[in-house]
């Protein structure tokens, strides 16, 4: 299973840097550009974090992928 987001489009649409996002959520820039590209899962409460600043359920923001199915 793969997580995905869609961070960057909720970003834009609220018309925000990544260096925006960041600061709002107390990380540096290129984490953000990490997570956007799903190189870095974030933690927990960083995911929660990020749903809150782009006003949006995390449940909407993240999402498990299935790639080929369990095991």
């Known amino acids: 299973m793969?997580?995905?987001n869609h961070i960057k489009q909720h970003r834009a649409?609220?018309?925000l840097t990544q260096q925006d996002l960041a600061d709002r959520v107390g990380?540096?820039?290129q984490a953000i550009l990490a997570?956007?590209?799903?190189?870095?899962v974030p933690s927990a409460l960083l995911a929660f974090q990020l749903a809150?600043?782009?006003?949006?359920?995390?449940g909407e923001l993240f999402e498990l992928?299935?790639?080929?199915?369990e095991g």
């Open 13 to 15: 649409r609220l018309d």
């Open 2 to 4: 793969k997580l995905s």
């Open 35 to 40: 997570i956007e590209k799903g190189k870095y």
């Open 27 to 29: 990380v540096r820039r």
């Open 52 to 58: 809150r600043a782009l006003d949006m359920p995390v």
């Open 65 to 69: 992928d299935d790639e080929g199915g």
